[in-house]
């Protein structure tokens, strides 16, 4: 069974930069496809950015691509979210998820964090 944790939100100003980062707590994530989605109040849920198992591909929300970047560090057990250039728009509860396959993480991912809470706000 796999145990995610989110850390590093917080309150930043619009311009400035968070790294959020998922740990698999229990389990070995880069076995795993993981998945960050974000959800504002009173919208949908929102896929930002998905990293395929071990060293693999990345892709990003068109709403965050050549801002954000997702990547790992299969020795700490971790994937993390660089978010740069944040936005007021960006604020909103993020969560990290992982799969077997990036098509699961992007549509039923089995394993969730518990979300983490990122504010741009001046």
Do not use: H
Not at 6 to 21: A, H, K, M, N
Not at 59 to 67: L, W
């Amino acid at each position: 069974q796999l145990q995610l944790v989110e850390s590093g939100g917080g309150l930043v100003q619009p311009g400035g930069s968070l790294r959020l980062s998922c740990v698999a707590s229990r389990g070995t994530l880069d076995y795993y496809a993981v998945a960050w989605f974000r959800q504002a109040p009173g919208k949908e849920r929102e896929g930002v950015s998905t990293i395929n198992s071990s060293a693999g591909a990345t892709d990003y929300a068109d709403s965050v691509k050549g801002r954000f970047t997702i990547s790992r560090d299969n020795a700490r057990n971790t994937v993390y979210l660089e978010m740069d250039s944040l936005r007021r728009e960006d604020t909103a509860v993020y969560y990290c998820a992982a799969a077997n396959t990036i098509v699961e993480v992007t549509t039923t991912p089995p394993w969730w964090g518990q979300g983490i809470q990122v504010t741009v706000s001046s």
